[in-house]
């Protein structure tokens, strides 16, 4: 056996920003390097950003990704870190001819192994994920190669992402032509309890490839997506050696002992077992086991519990969200109510309360204590606010204009999105919307008015899920939080039934079933596909199932246009949930 430390970078890369990635490549290939590694792992695409979506299509793109990475292959050589190999992700081309239904250009979603100063091998993802908020047979060519390099005796395979959650391929082709070391980066997206499932495919695959696994996956917020790191590294037996931490990034340094190669370099096809034939290409590195030294201690980090886990994936959408993109501060509506108390919160704790701009803007119909709530968060949290009542501008376009019923409820809604966009025009703040899953599964937003804004952080999460979050965030903190306020949101906040708070004595649920009920039936309809037949065969009220599918399937064309906002369900409004508006087809219950 040979000892071997690797290094698995949990790093945030940002999509598009090539120098800034290769910047970052270097710097942490510099800490491994620091740490005694001898092998360092990126993830998926890590030079590119991940998901690039149509810039892979792009010929400078590609040009630039290939170039980004001999350059900075040359840079480690330059910089005297030459000697530790890199094993890095990014966008390559597969040079094929073009034909009819193949993405221009046939980019590969490729990995690289950089060692004194060249890159010495390359690969590229075999299984293209085509389901749910992935769409690479549009953007990707298989890759039908499999590098197996030494490095101190140890032969170390790559194999991308999806080929560990697909059966044959590169694992089925490493457990014939044999390795001591699977790595695989990852650009892994979040949603709840993936974590455990991540686990237990780690070790199935480890087991299946019949040698160690250490898997390297990204961090951090792209548009709809978060990435929650929670890199691991298996023996080949399957046990748990080593755990990052979720959500942030890190270094996890590991030393396993591993066996030792004596295969011949070479080049030769191997069966994928799913159809197609693996190239596999073996070469060294070095031959030579390093002499025995003193390990590391394997650290695994604790686990979050799963609401905790929804709401550091909250906050770091929104703090990504906001630095990559340029924004400086925030603004959004607080109304005293639950959803725009949690969104408040989130974004403190995102981006720290001096950043948070708060617009308090009653109208005829708040009540007392819904305002007095808002007044009191922003007490705890130190936020920036205003208060601009909107009765008199209500008035002045009543005056112009006749409106009744739920049009003059929706106007007082457009007055304070107009209020807002003005707001953040002026000041450059990005708006944040406060609408949750459940209202925009059944439509219950104003166009223009509630829904107006540039990012939603808690679009995808059911109203039953709000209040969860927020009474966890008044039991914990954490020390990535920003705001040190204990208990942030007001009690009343959170207990108080919910309002619209549009007319005189409004409630949801004039509306709306308690959302007890609703939360679990639009599980069944939007996560799980169910049509009617199915919901109410599951024990859901056949009168309440043509109800709220009919809410459900009208209120289409209003999320199209609702801003993004972070992914934490296994189906989102948005890139996972892709349905026709003009559409005519209806669930009937006969």
């Known amino acids: 056996m040979a000892h071997l430390r690797i290094a698995l970078a949990q790093t945030n890369p940002v999509v598009g920003d090539l120098t800034r990635n290769a910047d970052a490549l270097v710097r942490w290939t510099r800490e491994a390097a620091g740490r ?6 990126f993830t998926e695409m890590f030079l590119t950003g991940y998901p690039v979506e149509d810039l892979v299509l792009r010929t400078s793109f590609v040009e630039a990704s290939i170039r980004t990475l001999e350059d ?38 490729a990995a690289a192994v950089l060692h004194q100063g ?18 690479e047979y549009r953007y990707f060519v298989r890759g039908d190669r499999l590098p197996i390099f030494r490095v101190h005796g140890v032969d170390v395979a790559i194999a991308v992402c999806e080929d560990l959650w697909q059966d044959g391929g590169p694992v089925a082709v490493v457990g014939q032509a044999g390795a001591g070391l699977l790595v695989v980066p990852n650009a892994s997206p979040y949603e709840r309890e993936k974590d455990d499932v991540r686990l237990e495919l780690v070790a199935r695959r480890a087991r299946e490839a019949g040698c160690a696994l250490a898997y390297a996956n990204q961090v951090g917020g792209q548009d709809e997506l978060v990435f929650d790191g929670d890199s691991i590294v298996v023996d080949s037996t399957g ?51 390093v002499a025995p030294y003193a390990p590391v201690e394997p650290r695994v980090a604790p686990r ?4 905790g886990e929804v709401y550091q994936a909250l906050v770091l959408a929104v703090r990504d969200y906001v630095a990559k993109n340029g924004f400086r501060s925030v603004i959004l509506g607080l109304s005293g109510g639950i959803d725009s108390a949690l969104t408040a919160t989130i974004a403190s704790d995102a981006i720290g309360p001096d950043r948070v701009h708060v617009v308090l803007m009653p109208s005829r119909y708040s009540s007392e204590h819904s305002v007095g709530d808002a007044e009191e968060l922003v007490r705890r949290q130190g936020i920036n606010a205003q208060v601009v009542p909107i009765a008199d501008i209500v008035t002045a376009f009543e005056k112009e204009i006749e409106l009744s019923g739920l049009a003059a409820e929706n106007l007082q ?30 439509g219950y937003s104003t166009l223009y008015g ?141």
């Open 36 to 41: 005694g590694a001898h092998l360092v792992l």
């Open 304 to 307: 979050l519990d799963d609401t």
């Open 239 to 289: 046990e748990l050696v080593a755990r990052a931490g979720q959500f942030r990034e890190e270094l996890l340094v590991v030393d396993l002992d591993l066996p030792v190669s004596a295969a011949e370099p070479g080049v030769f096809p191997i069966d994928a077992g799913d159809g197609t034939t693996i190239t596999v290409e073996r070469l060294v590195l070095s031959d030579a086991p």
């Open 413 to 442: 809604a457009r007055v304070r999105g107009m209020i807002l966009m003005g707001l953040s025009n002026e000041h450059g703040h990005l708006v944040l919307t406060t609408g949750n899953k459940s209202e925009l599964a059944t």
């Open 118 to 135: 060249r890159v010495v091998t390359r690969t590229a993802k075999h299984h293209l994920p085509n389901y749910g908020v992935f769409d």
């Open 450 to 590: 509630d829904s107006a804004g540039g990012f939603a952080p808690i679009k995808d999460v059911p109203k039953t899920m709000v209040w969860a979050l927020s009474r966890w965030r008044n039991e914990h903190t954490d020390p990535s939080f920003l705001l040190r306020a204990e208990r942030p949101i007001p009690e009343n906040s959170i207990t108080k039934e919910p309002s619209a708070e549009l007319r005189p004595d409004q409630r949801d649920t004039d509306s709306l079933p308690p959302y007890e009920v609703l939360d679990r039936l639009l599980d069944d309809y939007v996560e799980k596909d169910m049509g009617s037949a199915e919901l109410i065969a599951a024990g859901h009220d056949p009168e309440l199932v043509t109800r709220v599918i009919r809410l459900v399937d009208l209120a289409e064309y209003k999320r199209r246009q609702y801003p993004p906002g972070p992914k934490i369900t296994p189906k989102n409004f948005g890139r996972d949930r892709r349905l026709p508006i003009t559409n005519r087809w209806r669930e009937t219950t006969a």
């Open 72 to 109: 900075v292959a040359a840079r480690l050589a330059d910089e005297g870190l030459g000697d530790l190999p890199v094993v890095v992700g990014y966008v390559d081309r597969a040079g094929l001819a073009p034909r009819v239904g193949q993405p221009k250009g046939a980019p590969l979603d």
